[in-house]
């Protein structure tokens, strides 16, 4: 069957990350070229791979996933599993969890997920956002301050340090112990960054206003006209 639609537009990648693992199979595995088609073609029409390729979470399903079923269950097979990750993507992109994953460093406690899902809320209660436009406005401003918030508290961890004295210091053998100190330099470089976010906020806030105070007026008829997605009727 030939693939139709987007899964078309994805051939000619499965096409070079195939060739990339011949490649290395070739270089990094000192095969031949004949053994590394062997060994890839095994990775790929194997029965393991197949079965591990049908119940793989789908947010989990990758490129490969997608040949080993074109190859072993046909291509409707792997279309149909193409069309329920972009559902899957859908569902991530409407209730945050895409934005959220963009900010969540590499801590990621559950305290900032949850800070960062508050802020997504609030901004949305207040502002109704009416298209995928403005919800993309409304969670980048609640990325940007989530990651204001971040390097805000990041500075003020670093100018705690650079303090000389300061209550609670410890005493080891008689000698003060102070605390390590870092340089003023990243403490700048943090507000730095806090400011930048905080200008990405702004920015996207006026965006959002603007979007709302330009849209479209449509006429429909002389008594009728809707401004944006509200109508109001004129009278003679």
Request: aromatic residues 8%.
């Amino acid at each position: 069957m030939r693939p139709s639609g987007e899964l078309s537009d994805l051939l000619p990648e499965l096409a070079r990350k195939y060739e990339r693992q011949l490649e290395f199979y070739r270089t990094r595995c000192e095969r031949s070229s004949r053994e590394a088609i062997d060994t890839a073609d095994y990775n790929l029409r194997s029965q393991w791979a197949l079965e591990a390729a049908r119940e793989k979470p789908i947010r989990e399903v990758d490129w490969q996933d997608l040949e080993v079923l074109s190859n072993g269950d046909g291509m409707e097979v792997a279309q149909a599993r193409w069309e329920e990750l972009k559902e899957a993507v859908r569902e991530d992109l409407s209730r945050g969890a895409i934005a959220v994953a963009a900010v969540q460093g590499t801590e990621n406690s559950l305290y900032d997920r949850a800070a960062f899902y508050a802020l997504r809320e609030d901004l949305a209660n207040g502002w109704q956002p009416r298209s995928g436009v403005e919800w993309t406005l409304i969670e980048t401003m609640a990325q940007a301050q989530r990651m204001y918030l971040h390097w805000l508290r990041a500075a003020e961890n670093w100018l705690g340090h650079e303090i000389e004295d300061y209550p609670g210091v410890k005493r080891k053998y008689g000698e003060e112990v102070k605390p390590p100190r870092l340089s003023a330099a990243a403490g700048d470089r943090a507000y730095e960054m806090a400011d930048r976010w905080n200008r990405i906020f702004l920015r996207n806030l006026r965006a959002l206003r603007d979007l709302r105070r330009y849209a479209p007026v449509v006429i429909q008829n002389a008594a009728q006209v809707n401004i944006g997605q509200q109508q109001v009727n004129v009278k003679d």
